[in-house]
Structures are given as C-alpha cells and as structure tokens.
C-alpha cells in the first residue's frame, strides 16, 4: 500500500480536479469530477462516467472512493496538496493546514469571493474524509510576493478600510515552476525574464533574478490580458457605468464569463477554435489579444529595466506557434532575445512544495 502518495487537489466552482504524485514526485494518476452540482462526470484516468456529485463534499467522496478502488487508500496518503487562488497579504508562501491557516483562507474570501470558498469546502471535505491525513496550501498570490509596493500599490488613499486593495498578481504557482523549470532544461535562468502564462486565464510576469516584479493581474484575476472570457484591462469608470446599468450580478457575469475572446468574437473562448475559424471576428480577437499582451509586455519589460528572454507556458503559450510569434512581432522593438517553450507545471510544483513542507 503507497504511503508516499500527494493528492493535488484543484477545487473550482463545478469541478474538483485531483492528480496524485509517487514519493519521486511522478505524476500516476487523475481523477477529476466536473459537473459538481448535479449529475456530473467522474473521469479517472481516461475512463469517464456519470455520477451524481451534488457538492463539493460528495465530489471529493467520489474522488476518494476512485482512489480506493486504484488501490490507493486514502489513509495511506502522505498529504492532500490544495491549490487555493488568494492568500492575500498574509499567505505569502505554502504552509500546513492548522485550524489558524484555515481562518487565514476563510479570511481572504471577500478578496476572491469566486474561488476560496470552494477550496476550504475541499479542505473541509478532506478533513471530514480522512480527519488524519496532513493537508498543505500553496498561494496563486504567493510567488508575487516580492512585487515591490510602487507596483503594488493603486493610488488610492492610504487608509486602513482600504490596504487590502492591491495588485496581488496570480499564476505564481506556474510562475514559480517556470522559473525552476528553465534550468533544468539546461537553460540560464535570464535576468531579466518576461514570463507569459497564457491558457483560458493569462498574465504576464515580470521576473528579475527569479522574483516577480511586475504582473499584469492586479486585485482580482480580471485584469491584464484579454482572455478566454474574462475582459482583462478595463477603465474602471466603464466598470462604475456598467454596475449603474446591468447591476452589480450582470456586470459580474459580463466581466468574468462573456467578455475576452468569447466576447470580441462571439464565437468561443477557446483559441484552437478561433485559429480554426475563418471569421473575421475570430481574427479580430486573436489581433486583439496579441497587440494587448505585446502592448502589457512593454509594461513588464520597463519594470524589468530590459529584457534578456521571453517564456511562454500555459495551454496557448505552449502550444500555438501563431500566437507566440503575433506576440513575439510585437516586441520586435526589443532586438534580439530568445524565447522559450516551457509545459505547465502548476500540480507538480504543488506537489513538490506540499513535499517540502512534510520534509522540514
Ligand atoms: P486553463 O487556463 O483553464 O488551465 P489551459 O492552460 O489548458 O487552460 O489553456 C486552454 C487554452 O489553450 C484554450 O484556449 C485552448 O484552445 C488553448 N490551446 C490548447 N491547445 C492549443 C493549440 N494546439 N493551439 C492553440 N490553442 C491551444
């Protein structure tokens, strides 16, 4: 019976997606139940079925039994490893679950009202499930910790209603891999990295000698790039005039799920779709979110004070070619510098830093 096993667990609004590690950190298996709410899917491995998964806590019962049934007791876990999206201005690097963590999570809720409270329902349901097996937490915010507080800060009054709004940046747990990664394919680690994480969410990283200095998400994962659905840079006077017309619920749903690629083109949020499409509308929103991450990069790279390389990662930045030279065209200004593929890493980077923690 494994007794070495992490469980990376993802915990979303309709989805609780899981990958479970060996003691040499090598991926062996995924379970995923989307669907959460109803009748759902259950898929382990590459089989998939039906089920009825109501909530979270009954999805993770689902995942736990499929586990069992691979072989895979979960007693005999060494930890469940939570990806949690904000740790705000506290969480600042991965920590064991004590009940002081968990408050610490449940704290941040207003500030990522959209993801935390789904993963401390996983958290919850793991504790409930197997009250002995360790859990761990690593932060979407906590690579961006070193942001320095000219970047950091907006330019709002300095009172203390309001010191929780700040640009906290995400995607550092991909950040973080990338930046371990990029040794270990026999590459330098460059000064002065523009990293660019682009799949459904996207955002751009600025890193100097391995720390973020710059991203181009800010208090909520809403701004910065265009994205799938998601609208990226916007005036927040057209915000204030959005939330007067549509109410503060459709402008949310507006912002967050019918805007960006899917918006523009009125087509799909997915980018092989778009690349796929002869429309013209298709090919307005892939010009539109080439020219605003070229245009963001400026941004990063002045940050930075130069450039030495460019990293792409993230569903689109690994595998379209297009997009990363529509990017690449628009940083032609730069001269010369090379530019790496690099496969995301997100779990595995959980996983390891979920190790680490037990190791200590
Ligand atoms: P998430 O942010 O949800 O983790 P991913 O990182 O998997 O998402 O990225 C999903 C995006 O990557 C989608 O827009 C998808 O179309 C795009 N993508 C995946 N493969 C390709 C490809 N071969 N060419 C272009 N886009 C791709």
């Given at each position: 019976m494994p007794d070495s096993h992490i469980l990376v667990i993802n915990a979303g609004s309709s989805s609780i997606k899981t990958a479970l590690f060996d003691d040499h950190l090598t991926e062996v298996l995924r379970v995923e139940a989307t669907g959460?709410?109803?009748?759902g899917t259950m898929k382990i491995g590459a089989t998939a079925r039906t089920a009825d998964l109501p909530d979270n806590a009954a999805a993770l019962a689902a995942i736990f039994d499929a586990l069992s049934q691979q072989g895979i007791a979960v007693t005999s876990l060494r930890a469940a490893a939570h990806r949690v999206v904000h740790g705000g201005i506290t969480l600042t690097a991965p920590c064991r679950i004590t009940p002081e963590i968990r408050q610490a999570i449940a704290d941040c809720i207003p500030l990522a009202p959209l993801h935390n409270p789904h993963h401390l329902a996983a958290i919850d349901a793991v504790a409930a499930l197997a009250p002995d097996l360790p859990q761990c937490a690593s932060f979407?915010?906590?690579?961006?910790?070193?942001?320095p507080d000219i970047a950091r800060?907006?330019?709002?009054?300095?009172r203390a209603d309001l010191t929780d709004l700040q640009r906290y940046g995400f995607h550092g747990t991909s950040y973080a891999a990338l930046v371990r990664a990029l040794p270990q394919q026999s590459?330098?680690?460059?000064?002065?990295l523009l990293a660019c994480h682009l799949g459904n969410g996207a955002s751009l990283c600025a890193i100097l000698d391995g720390q973020?200095?710059?991203?181009?998400?800010?208090?909520?994962?809403?701004?910065g790039l265009t994205m799938g659905t998601r609208v990226g840079e916007i005036d927040a006077g057209a915000v204030l005039r959005l939330v007067r017309q549509l109410g503060l619920d459709e402008t949310e749903t507006l912002l967050h799920?019918?805007?960006?690629l899917l918006g523009l083109s009125g087509?799909?949020?997915d980018m092989r779709s778009l690349e796929n499409s002869t429309s013209p509308n298709a090919r307005f929103a892939i010009d539109h979110f080439c020219y605003w991450a070229g245009r963001q990069a400026g941004s990063m790279i002045a940050a930075m004070g130069g450039l030495d390389a460019v990293a792409f990662t993230g569903g689109i930045g690994e595998n379209s070619e297009p997009i990363r030279n529509g990017i690449l065209d628009k940083l032609s200004w730069m001269g010369n510098f090379p530019s790496y593929t690099v496969a995301a890493q997100e779990e595995i980077q959980i996983a390891r830093e979920a190790s680490a923690l037990l190791n200590a």
């Open positions: 959460v709410g109803g009748t979407d915010t906590a690579f961006h910790a070193t942001i800060r907006y330019a709002l009054p300095d590459i330098t680690l460059p000064k002065r973020s200095v710059a991203t181009t998400m800010g208090y909520s994962p809403l701004s799920h019918q805007s960006g087509i799909s949020s």
